[in-house]
């Protein structure tokens, strides 16, 4: 298993800004994703943040809005960036731990409003 | 493209009761499914994770089986508990691949009351 920690946990923040968010593992892991779950809404994939290279994203999100590091192999950054109140979601990060099969186990989220 | 549906969209149960949780999906090509559970503003638990070349794996009052050629899998919860009560998600692969990329359903909402 892994234990993954994010921060912030929760963040309120105005339209037109930044915020970025950690997440910490405590374990060297190969595959480290990032999610979105809106309100009411299951998770979506937003992009696997891959270490030494840029992120690759899912349809429907770029990296000009959210931009991802992954500067090792325990620790990603996600920023939402020139935030809207569309953006009000919990963002959760995500490894992949296994050699043959892969379990997947979930930080507990940032919970992101939007003014 | 991968595409996962849960039934029923929400439970409501008596404490004691036996209740199955359904999960379908499109692509039958999958190295395994993961049921996580998800408490109001939380992150996700992983409950029980089933490799394809298994039918069933049990943890404790938990149960989850596999069908892959029908493209189903079934958690199964005895004698429930008020403490049970959280959405549960279903979650398979994306596209084939077998490192923890998932798409999930839109879960099911249980509430579990004495």
């Known amino acids: 298993s892994a234990v993954i920690s994010q921060k912030p946990s929760r963040d309120i923040c105005q339209r037109g800004t930044s915020l970025t968010i950690q997440c910490q593992v405590d374990?060297?892991?190969?595959?480290m994703f990032w999610y979105r779950q809106q309100p009411g809404q299951s998770l979506t994939l937003i992009a696997t943040a891959n270490q030494g290279s840029e992120a690759t994203y899912e349809s429907g999100f770029v990296i000009d809005k959210f931009p991802i590091s992954r500067p090792n192999l325990t620790f990603s950054t996600l920023t939402v960036s020139n935030m809207s109140p569309e953006d009000s979601s919990i963002y959760l990060c995500?490894?992949?731990?296994?050699?043959?099969?892969?379990?997947?186990?979930f930080g507990q989220g940032t919970r992101l409003t939007v003014v | 493209k991968q595409e996962v549906t849960q039934i029923p969209a929400a439970l409501s149960v008596p404490e004691g009761e036996n209740l199955v949780l359904n999960c379908s999906f499109t692509?039958?090509?999958?190295?395994?499914l993961q049921w996580f559970r998800q408490d109001p503003g939380k992150g996700l638990t992983s409950l029980l994770l089933?490799?394809?070349?298994?039918r069933e794996q049990t943890s404790g009052r938990l149960n989850a089986s596999l069908d892959k050629s029908s493209g189903r899998s079934t958690l199964y919860i005895a004698a429930s508990q008020p403490g049970d009560s959280a959405t549960y998600l279903c979650?398979?692969?994306?596209?084939?691949?077998?490192?923890?990329?998932?798409?999930f359903g839109q879960g099911t909402i249980l509430t579990v009351h004495p």
């Open positions: 692509d039958s090509a999958i190295y395994n």
């Open positions: 089933i490799q394809s070349s298994q």
């Open positions: 979650a398979a692969p994306l596209g084939g691949t077998s490192y923890g990329k998932l798409t």
């Open positions: 374990s060297q892991v190969t595959m």
């Open positions: 995500s490894v992949g731990t296994g050699e043959v099969v892969t379990e997947a186990f």
